[in-house]
């Protein structure tokens, strides 16, 4: 049997005497000797527990991914909006991940250090697919849909995704904001959502909200649910919001 710190006692032999200490000195002799394995043993199922809970929580499907842009919020919390949005949908707060990136600042005409970053961070979300939608003022739409390249036009065309009766409403409210690219074409590209369910409980205190897709949004469908819960309008039958994960 293997031989313990180089002593000549087998295994059994060490468990033989640590039997036969008094219970006062039992803890202070194996921390004493075996305090290295004890810590070892504690970090290893630590690190164990907190992988398997991170897996658990990244296998959570994802409802939708936005950012506020040059937003104002009378408070930093979402919750609300996140519970309201998911129990809209039908789903539980604990089962699936409402994603909101909030306090982002995008200067038109400048590049400080908080458009840079803001512009880096649109950037890498719409090339990876993890955005879905920027709620903004006004400028924010007209800078990014006015880009000099066409491939650099991160709104979508809202005819192409909003069910025709869903935009013609929204339409002949005056909700759609339309916006010109580089080559003079003119396109329906976000919906004003000021004073909305989703202005609400987003605690937006902006005069103004302006929301638009992103053309490589990965959940569209509940783009589309999320300006339906804007409006107060009942979502459609058979929906299954976790179907585009």
């Known amino acids: 049997m293997a031989k313990i710190y180089g002593d000549e006692k087998t295994a059994k ?6 039997k036969a200490l008094p219970w006062k000195e039992k803890f202070p002799y194996i921390w004493e000797y075996y305090k290295i394995w004890i810590v070892g043993t504690i970090i290893v199922a630590a690190c164990a527990i907190s ?9 959570k499907p994802v409802l939708i991914s936005g950012m506020l842009v040059n937003t104002l919020q009378s408070s930093e919390e979402e919750e609300q909006f996140t519970a309201g949005f998911t129990e809209y949908l039908g789903q539980n707060t ?11 600042i995008l200067t038109t005409g400048s590049m400080d250090e908080n ?8 950037l890498i979300q719409v090339a990876a697919r993890d955005l879905d939608f920027i709620a903004s003022d006004e400028s924010v739409v007209h800078y990014y849909c006015s880009a000099d390249e066409p491939d650099n036009i991160i709104y979508t065309n809202l005819e192409t995704i909003l069910p025709e009766d869903l935009f ?52 569209k469908e509940n783009f589309v649910n999320l300006v339906r819960y804007a ?9 299954d919001p976790t179907a585009e994960n």
């Open 13 to 18: 032999d060490e468990i033989a005497k640590i």
């Open 51 to 59: 992988i398997t809970l991170s897996v658990i929580e990244n296998s």
């Open 94 to 104: 604990d089962d699936v991940h409402v994603n909101l990136s909030t306090n982002m």
């Open 115 to 122: 458009t840079y970053t803001t512009v880096q961070k649109i």
């Open 168 to 219: 013609a409403t929204l339409d002949s409210q005056g909700k759609i904001l339309y916006s010109t690219d580089i080559n003079g074409n003119e396109f329906p590209a976000a919906i004003d959502m000021t004073g909305t369910r989703f202005y609400e409980d987003s605690k937006i205190i902006s005069k103004y909200c302006y929301v638009g897709c992103m053309i490589t949004a990965p959940h």
């Open 231 to 239: 409006f107060d309008m009942p979502l459609p039958e058979g929906t």
